[in-house]
């Protein structure tokens, strides 16, 4: 062996040794390597089909108010401490710890302007989003009455004054929470000939609506969905 062979051999030894020191032996009781698997919807994921607002539904609030915060001010500005509205409230978030009633106002108030402006230009495909089967097929008869004879609305929002909780309730599943709406508007009907049937163009008209929006509790789904309409002078 010439002296280059004994330095080559000399060399690998040595970085054979340093590579043991640094990288360690195996064993044989090693942990497996951390296995990555797609994220399951099922287990939390993101749901594509849920679309938070503006969009087409009510979703839920990402964080629950504190549960520290004493119950004399938990609903301040939304509901007085000992009343039913607060004693709802209570109900709610007893079943859903993620319900934040402010987050709800501000999905409720793009919810009724979409679903009156969906109404009014028969928007089928929106309103299923929306409401539930039951509104569903009242205000579905309408829009087929009015196709029927002819007839088309235009409604234009001024302005919605006031979104404000009136009423909640959780009773086993299901948690209802209902809204007054006042709200200024112009809606007219007209026929195929453009004659006006019923509203006026020219006239901005004092709406008060009182709308009840429901949801499981215990579904994945975390949208709100119309259940129940009525108005107010």
Do not use: C
Not at 124 to 129: F, S, Y
Not at 145 to 165: P, Y
């Amino acid at each position: 062996m010439d002296i280059y062979t004994i330095i080559f051999l000399a060399l690998a030894v040595f970085i054979f040794l340093r590579l043991r020191s640094v990288l360690g032996q195996r064993t044989g009781h090693e942990r497996p390597p951390f296995e990555r698997s797609p994220r399951n919807v099922a287990q939390g994921a993101p749901d594509s089909n849920v679309v938070p607002m503006p969009g087409s539904v009510i979703d839920q609030a990402p964080a629950a108010p504190n549960a520290d915060v004493a119950s004399a001010d938990r609903w301040k500005d939304i509901a007085e401490p000992g009343t039913a509205l607060a004693q709802g409230l209570d109900a709610v978030v007893a079943q859903d710890s993620s319900f934040d009633p402010r987050h709800f106002l501000s999905g409720a108030r793009s919810a009724y302007e979409m679903i009156v402006l969906a109404f009014a230009n028969g928007d089928r495909r929106a309103l299923r989003d929306l409401l539930s089967s039951e509104v569903y097929e009242s205000f579905e008869t309408a829009i087929r009455d009015r196709e029927k004879h002819d007839q088309k609305t235009e409604t234009r929002f001024v302005s919605i004054d006031k979104a404000e909780l009136v009423a909640a309730e959780a009773r086993d599943r299901a948690a209802q929470i209902t809204v007054r709406f006042v709200s200024q508007m112009i809606s007219v009907t007209r026929d195929k000939n453009g004659t006006v049937v019923d509203g006026n163009p020219d006239k901005v008209a004092d709406i008060t609506d009182v709308w009840t929006f429901a949801r499981d509790t215990a579904s994945r789904d975390p949208n709100w969905k119309l259940v129940g309409t009525g108005s107010a002078g």
